[in-house]
């Protein structure tokens, strides 16, 4: 029976345990977002969070007992200063723990265990999608204001051009002739058009008549 054995023993001896441990919340810290086995992740999460809490004391015991486990001074620094500041008031709940499914190779449960609040930074592909549906609608609605103006625009032109055909209309009113006699229209005489018909006929029978004549 397992009576009072917590924790994960994760293959390793307690030594190499505590090490990769301390490996693998320096890497969080470091990066936001790891990708690691499920075991590892969910030991990790129980390890980093106390030390996360820890941090929030910001005194010389709180640095002195987090600097047992956190050797790398960059990472340390950065906890202490932007790390606290985006995690605020936050009381517990400071990492994600997302499964992934099964590893190809030997079949392990693969999980991502992330800080919650750099999650908007660790995932850039989401900011993407929210600004593509965002400016889908601004893009139809500044498609929509040109089809406005061009129907203003045109029925400005309209306006244009009906008044320049006014003007056209008075300038050929005032190029007509002013007289009475221009002003009448040309009556072709229909007489002389009827006499010259009647003699090319009569020319046209006499030709006839002297052909048969000759015959």
């Not at 890497?27 to 992740?41: E, F, G, R």
């Not at 600004?131 to 045109?154: H, M, R």
Request: proline share 3%; charged share 45%; glycine share 4%.
């Amino acid at each position: 029976m397992r009576h009072r054995v917590k924790g994960r023993k994760l293959g390793r001896t307690a030594s190499h345990r505590q090490a990769t441990l301390n490996a693998l919340a320096t890497q969080l810290l470091k990066y936001k977002k790891i990708k690691t086995t499920s075991a590892k992740a969910k030991s990790t999460k129980q390890f980093i969070e106390p030390l996360i809490t820890k941090a929030k004391r910001n005194d010389l015991a709180a640095k002195r007992h987090i600097a047992r486990f956190i050797n790398d001074k960059e990472v340390f620094h950065e906890l202490f200063t932007d790390i606290l500041e985006k995690i605020g008031d936050r009381q517990g709940g400071y990492t994600r723990v997302i499964k992934l499914g099964n590893r190809a190779g030997d079949a392990a449960e693969m999980s991502i265990i992330e800080l919650v609040d750099y999650n908007e930074i660790t995932s850039p592909k989401k900011k993407e999608k929210k600004a593509t549906t965002e400016e889908e609608p601004k893009a139809k609605k500044s498609k929509k204001a040109p089809a406005k103006e061009d129907a203003e625009e045109a029925k400005v032109v309209e306006e244009v051009e009906a008044k320049s055909g006014d003007t056209e209309d008075v300038k050929e009113d005032a190029e007509e002739p002013k007289t009475a006699d221009d002003a009448k229209p040309e009556v072709k005489d229909e007489s002389t058009d009827k006499d010259k018909e009647a003699e090319e006929t009569k020319a046209e029978k006499k030709e006839t008549k002297e052909k048969k004549d000759k015959k």
